[in-house]
C-alpha cells in the first residue's frame, strides 16, 4: 500500500519546489492540484500508512500557498520595474558655506530626515527620480489676486480660507515619453490635511495641462490651492504616479 500512497507525497513535494522558482511556477501549479487529488485518493485505500497521503495533502496546501505568494511577489516587481521611478533624490539649492564652515553632501535619499512634513526641503530643491525632475519655484502665498485675475469664472477662496500659488518646473527623464499630470503636487495643512488643486474650479493664466514631454523636455506652470486662513501649510511633491513623496517648505 506504501506504493499507492509515494505518488502523491512524491509530486507534492515535487510541485512545492517548483512553485518557489519564479521561472518554473506554472509546472508547480500544474503538480500540486495533481497531488492533492492523488492525496485525497489515497486517504480511502486500505493499509496503515495513511499518513503519506496526509503529508502529501498539507504538503499540495502549503505548495498552492507558497506559489501564490511568489506569483503576487514576481508581478509587484515586474510592475514595479515597469512604471516605478525609481529612488528619488533631492539636490538642494547651494548655499555659500561660511569660511569654517564644512561642505555638505547636499543630496540626500528622499527617506532621509530632510523631505518630511516636519522637516521639509527649501524651494528651489531639485526632486529628482529616474522619469522626473521637479523643482518648486516659488510660492505666492497671496494669491487671491492672481486667481481673480486671471478668469472671472474663477472660484473665490472659501470662507476662511485663502489661496496659495504654487509655481513649478517639471522635466521628464524617462525612455520614451511622459506627462507633465504624472507630477502630483498638494498643499497639506499643520493639521494633516491635504488640499489639491482640483479642490476648487480655478484656471490660472499659466496653469498646467496634460503636456505630452519627450525626454529632455521641461514646462513651468502654477496650480492654486485654498488654504486655511493663517496656516502654515507645506508643499508635497510626488514626482511620478508611484513616486515617493517629498516635502517642500515654501
Not at 93 to 120: C, F, I, L, W, Y
Request: aromatic share 8%; charged share 15%.
Amino acid at each position: 500500500m506504501r506504493g499507492d500512497r509515494l505518488p502523491a507525497t512524491s509530486v507534492a513535494i515535487v510541485g512545492f519546489i517548483f512553485a518557489c522558482i519564479p521561472g518554473a511556477l506554472i509546472v508547480g501549479w500544474i503538480l500540486l492540484p495533481i497531488a492533492f487529488i492523488l492525496s485525497i485518493v489515497s486517504l480511502f485505500l486500505k493499509g496503515d500508512r495513511k499518513w503519506m497521503g496526509i503529508v502529501g495533502l498539507i504538503v499540495a496546501v502549503v505548495g498552492t500557498i507558497v506559489g501564490f505568494i511568489v506569483f503576487f511577489a514576481v508581478v509587484a516587481t515586474s510592475f514595479n520595474n515597469a512604471f516605478g521611478s525609481g529612488e528619488t533624490t533631492v539636490s538642494q539649492p547651494v548655499e555659500k558655506p561660511a569660511d569654517d564652515a564644512k561642505p555638505a553632501d547636499d543630496k540626500k535619499p528622499a527617506d532621509a530626515a530632510h523631505g518630511t512634513r516636519e522637516n521639509p526641503y527649501p524651494l528651489s530643491s531639485q526632486i529628482s527620480n529616474d522619469d522626473w525632475t521637479v523643482v518648486v519655484n516659488s510660492v505666492n502665498t497671496d494669491g487671491n489676486p492672481v486667481v481673480a485675475e486671471a478668469n472671472q469664472f474663477n472660484e473665490k477662496a472659501p470662507a476662511g480660507s485663502h489661496y496659495e500659488i504654487v509655481n513649478y518646473t517639471v522635466t521628464y527623464n524617462g525612455g520614451d515619453k511622459g506627462i507633465a499630470a504624472e507630477v502630483q503636487v498638494a498643499m497639506v495643512t499643520s493639521a494633516g490635511n491635504v488640499v489639491n488643486s482640483y479642490d476648487n474650479l480655478v484656471m490660472l493664466k499659466d496653469g498646467f495641462g496634460l503636456d505630452e514631454m519627450y525626454k529632455g523636455a521641461s514646462a513651468t506652470g502654477s496650480v492654486a490651492f485654498a488654504v486655511p486662513d493663517g496656516d502654515a501649510a507645506v508643499g508635497r511633491v510626488t514626482p511620478g504616479l508611484l513616486a515617493d513623496e517629498v516635502f517642500v517648505k515654501p
